[in-house]
């Protein structure tokens, strides 16, 4: 169980992950079964690999791309939201003018 509480972004530690090109920088929370993420791609950024994990995107600033496996391609711009389910598909991020994003995932998507 997760009780209620409240997320200040600004007291939450930045990690910064390289892409293929660009950076990717994360804030994480970890709850129980849950993981809560504030991430910002820097313009120009590639993924460096292809993941299989399931996630509920959601765009809150700029734009970006998700590529899947399969050659098909999704621009998703603020206000969107993509999910999938872990190993349903593999998808790739590429911002060509950088992006923030809400990102959830957890035991839920299996």
């Given amino acids: 169980m997760i009780p209620f509480q409240t997320i200040d972004w600004s007291n939450v530690k930045k990690e910064i992950y ?3 090109t660009g950076e990717a920088i994360w804030q994480t ?3 129980d079964g849950l993981r809560i993420r504030l991430v910002e791609y820097s313009s120009g950024y590639v993924a460096d690999h292809w993941c299989k994990k ?9 734009s970006f791309t998700s590529k899947l496996d ?3 391609s999704f621009i998703l711009s ?3 939201t993509y999910v999938v389910s ?3 598909s593999s998808h790739k991020s590429v911002s060509k003018m950088g992006v923030q994003l809400l990102i959830i995932d957890g035991d839920f998507l299996k």
């Fill in 70 to 72: 399969n050659k098909e």
């Fill in 78 to 80: 603020e206000g969107m």
């Fill in 29 to 31: 929370i970890h709850l």
């Fill in 54 to 62: 399931g996630h509920i995107v959601h765009c809150l600033k700029g």
């Fill in 18 to 20: 390289k892409g293929e």
């Fill in 86 to 88: 872990d190993n349903a």
